[in-house]
């Protein structure tokens, strides 16, 4: 990740520092990018409480208790399962709010109904409703498509700074 990528996840740290919150992530499509990018901050052990990278259908089964037929209902890529994810994450961890990235990347795996680029994210915070994103980059690559997710994720992140 790039150095104002670094930047910015900093700021965001040392402000959920200050209001002493802790954060989980679960990610399909970004394979653990943005809880990395967290990592690779000094001091992040003090916000980050833990990483779900659910990749596959059973893992987001498995280790948050997405409902495999939710998944079967409406696919991995959907706005039910990154909700599902990221109440799961919350649900599976000690963190007050939880973020979660399913999508599809490319090259390949899109859909007319699905397309390479499109992007839901999940926002839960202990107390409140559950937050949804849609994003549709567009087939701008691989690499481009899992770094616009970490930009949007963190953003969602930030929203709950107010």
């Known amino acids: 990740m790039n150095a104002e990528l670094k930047e910015r996840a900093a700021r965001l740290l040392s402000a959920y520092a200050d209001r ?28 980050v409480e833990r990483g779900f990278v659910t990749y596959s259908n059973a893992a987001k089964t498995e280790a948050i208790g997405v409902p495999a037929d939710l998944i079967a209902a409406h696919g991995a890529v959907s706005e ?4 599902a994810m990221a109440e799961g994450a919350l649900a599976h961890s000690r963190a007050d709010v939880a973020v979660a990235i399913t999508g ?39 690499e481009n498509v899992r770094r616009r ?10 929203k709950v700074l107010g």
């Open 20 to 47: 002493k919150l802790m954060i989980a992530t679960a990610e399909s499509c970004t394979g653990g990018l943005v809880i990395g990018l967290l990592t690779e901050i000094a001091g992040s052990s003090a916000v």
């Open 149 to 158: 997710a970490v930009e949007d994720a963190l953003g969602l992140l930030e």
């Open 104 to 142: 599809v990347a490319g090259p390949s795996g899109g859909s007319e109904e699905k397309p390479v680029g499109l992007v839901h994210f999940g926002l839960a915070r202990k107390g409140e409703a559950t937050i949804h994103l849609e994003r549709r980059y567009g087939n701008l690559g691989r």
């Open 80 to 83: 039910s399962v990154a909700r």
